[in-house]
């Protein structure tokens, strides 16, 4: 079993939604297409909003709390036909339940409890990736496969990042586009 976090949320070129999932003691990271609805309450969580009232995914949590429910683990146990297989570890006085579920819905609620997410080794090595990252040197030159760029000005960089952004997205590494994204819109605005 790997242990992995939520990474981030993304959104593909056909506008689903998905989830970035990493682990916590390495570099691999898996994409996991899911729907608008359970990005929406995952996003909820990852930011502590709560809505003034209680989505399904907190009502879930509220009645596992006030039962006395101990949410152990969460674990994405299997990849069969592009569809992902997750269970829940339940512990109510002692006895071990185990609830299929699934991988969204048991994240939103993992989330929400502070509940371990966990990654069978399989999975991961059928459909995990490792993620580029951005590499400057001290004369701030970014590398980018075999060209480097040097930063002359703020429209050289912003050119430089248009340019991996598009070749992310070509790729379907959707965090690194999420990133590439984010610090563009933060250059073109000034902050």
Not at 72 to 87: G, M
């Amino acid at each position: 079993m790997v242990e992995v976090r939520v990474n981030g949320i993304f959104m593909t070129q056909t506008q689903a939604s998905g989830i970035i999932l990493k682990e916590q003691d390495g570099d691999r990271a898996l994409p996991i297409v899911i729907g608008e609805y359970e990005a929406q309450a995952i996003a909820l969580a990852l930011e502590n909003l709560k809505p003034p009232r209680p989505i399904t995914h907190d009502l879930a949590a509220n009645i596992l709390e006030t039962l006395g429910v101990e949410m152990e683990q969460v674990i994405i146990t299997e990849l069969k036909d592009n569809t992902y297989y997750a269970i829940i570890k339940l512990n109510y006085a002692g006895q071990l339940f185990e609830i299929d579920s699934r991988p969204s819905d048991a994240i939103a609620l993992a989330l929400r409890l502070g509940t371990p997410i966990f990654v069978d080794e399989m999975v991961m090595e059928q459909a995990s990736y490792v993620p580029e990252e951005e590499e400057a040197d001290e004369f701030g030159e970014f590398k980018s496969g075999n060209k480097s760029f040097m930063k002359h000005t703020k429209e050289d960089e912003l050119e430089l990042l248009r340019e991996q952004l598009k070749k992310a997205v070509e790729n379907e590494e959707y965090e690194k586009a999420a990133k590439i994204r984010d610090k563009i819109k933060r250059m073109e605005s000034g902050s």
